[in-house]
C-alpha cells in the first residue's frame, strides 16, 4: 500500500497525494479560507497551523474533522493606530503579550513526543504547545524584533533543535539557522544558502530548499538560483520565474517538493500547486501540476519522513541542562543568551 503525502495549501485545504497513483483530492476545506502551512500527524489526529492560528482533529475515512481551533492574537487595530501599535511593541513590548500587535504567522511545524513546535514567524518566536493547543512554552529569537529572520520551521535531529532563518542577518538574501541544545540554550548560528526554507539534518547533511523571490531579486549577493540544497550544493533546481518551493518530504525512496506558481500574494489563494518528485539520487521523476487548488505550502508522508527529524533524546536533555548549569556559572557574562517568555503552564493560547 502507498503512503499518502499531506498537503497545505494557500486557499485554506489540506490535500492528500496518493504517493502511488498520484491522484490529489480534498481532506478539508477551510470555511474561513485561512492560509495553511504548517501539518503534523499523531495517529489519527492532525495538526494545523495557519498564518492567525492552530487547529486539531481527527482523520476520518471522510477526510480531516476539527476539534479544536484557536485563533490566539488577532490584530488589535489598523491603518496608521495599527502601524504605531507595530512600533510600541518592537520597542518597549517585545518581551510581552501585553501589547500584542498582529498575527503571529504561524508557519511550519513539526511533533516530538507529545508536543507541537511552531515558527510563530511574525513575533519572531517558538511556541511550544501540547496536543489540546495550550500553550506550554514561547522562545524568542535575539535580537526579538517583528519578523526579524522569518522563521521557517523547527526540526530535531534528536541531540539539538534547527531554527531555519530564512533571513540570516535579518535582511533578504542570505539564510541560515540557529541551533539550540534539547534545553534550549543556544548553541551556535551558521549562514548557509538563502531565502532559506524546511531546514534539516539527514544522514549528517544539511538539506534545505534555497529559493529565489521575485520581489527581491535585486536586493543582496546571493546565487540566482532556486532548488534543494545539500550542504553546499544545489542537487535539484528549478525555474524561480514559474515556482516558488516552500517544503519537502523525503522517505527511503522518493522526495517530494511541493511549492505554488509565482503570483501577487493576494492571487495566491487561486494560483496553481506544484509538486516535484525526486529519486534519493537527485534525479526528477514527476511534475505533477494542480491548477486553480492554491499555492502548496507544507507537506508531510504518512509513512517515514526524514525531512520532520526524530525524537529529542530526554537523557540527552536532562545531561544539557546540568552542564549549561556549569557553564554559565564557569562563563558569566559571556554565557550563551537565550530568551524564555513569561508563560503559565498549559495557558490556553
Excluded at 237 to 266: C, H, P, W
Amino acid at each position: 500500500m502507498s503512503d499518502s503525502l499531506y498537503i497545505t495549501t494557500e486557499s485554506g485545504r489540506v490535500m492528500a497525494f496518493d504517493t502511488g497513483t498520484s491522484q490529489l483530492r480534498v481532506l478539508y476545506d477551510d470555511p474561513s479560507h485561512e492560509v495553511l502551512f504548517g501539518i503534523a500527524c499523531h495517529g489519527d489526529r492532525m495538526f494545523l497551523s495557519g498564518a492567525t492560528g492552530l487547529t486539531a482533529g481527527r482523520i476520518t475515512p471522510h477526510g480531516f474533522e476539527p476539534v479544536t481551533t484557536h485563533v490566539p492574537f488577532p490584530p488589535p487595530m489598523r491603518g496608521e493606530g495599527r502601524r504605531l501599535m507595530r512600533w510600541l511593541w518592537s520597542q518597549v513590548g517585545a518581551h510581552s503579550r501585553a501589547i500584542p500587535y498582529d498575527k503571529p504567522g504561524l508557519h511550519q511545524m513539526n511533533l516530538y513526543q507529545d508536543r507541537l513546535y511552531i515558527a510563530a514567524t511574525v513575533w519572531n518566536e517558538i511556541w511550544v504547545v501540547d496536543f489540546g493547543l495550550h500553550m506550554l512554552e514561547r522562545i524568542a529569537l535575539q535580537p526579538h524584533r517583528r519578523d526579524f529572520y522569518h522563521l521557517n520551521n523547527v526540526f530535531c535531529d534528536g541531540a539539538a533543535f534547527y531554527v531555519c532563518l530564512n533571513r540570516y542577518d535579518g535582511r533578504h538574501g542570505i539564510g541560515g539557522y540557529a541551533k539550540f541544545d534539547l534545553a534550549w540554550n543556544e548553541i551556535e548560528r551558521r549562514a548557509i544558502g538563502w531565502q532559506s526554507h524546511a531546514f534539516s539534518v539527514i544522514d549528517g547533511r544539511t538539506v534545505q530548499l534555497c529559493c529565489l523571490d521575485p520581489a527581491t531579486d535585486t536586493q543582496g549577493r546571493y546565487p540566482r538560483r532556486a532548488g534543494l540544497l545539500v550542504n553546499h550544493d544545489l542537487v535539484f533546481e528549478y525555474d524561480a520565474r514559474q515556482y516558488f518551493l516552500k517544503d519537502f518530504s523525503m522517505n527511503n525512496d522518493r522526495i517530494y517538493i511541493v511549492g505554488g506558481s509565482t503570483t501577487e500574494r493576494t492571487n495566491r489563494a487561486s494560483s496553481t500547486g506544484v509538486l516535484f518528485v525526486l529519486t534519493r539520487d537527485y534525479e526528477l521523476i514527476e511534475e505533477c501540476i494542480f491548477p486553480g487548488t492554491g499555492g502548496f505550502n507544507g507537506c508531510r508522508l504518512t509513512g517515514i519522513d526524514y525531512s520532520k527529524g526524530v525524537e529529542p533524546n530526554l537523557q540527552e536533555a536532562a545531561a544539557s541542562v546540568v552542564a549549561t548549569t556549569l557553564s554559565d556559572d564557569m562563563m558569566g557574562d559571556f554565557a550563551l543568551e537565550g530568551t524564555r517568555l513569561p508563560s503559565t503552564e498549559s495557558e490556553p493560547i
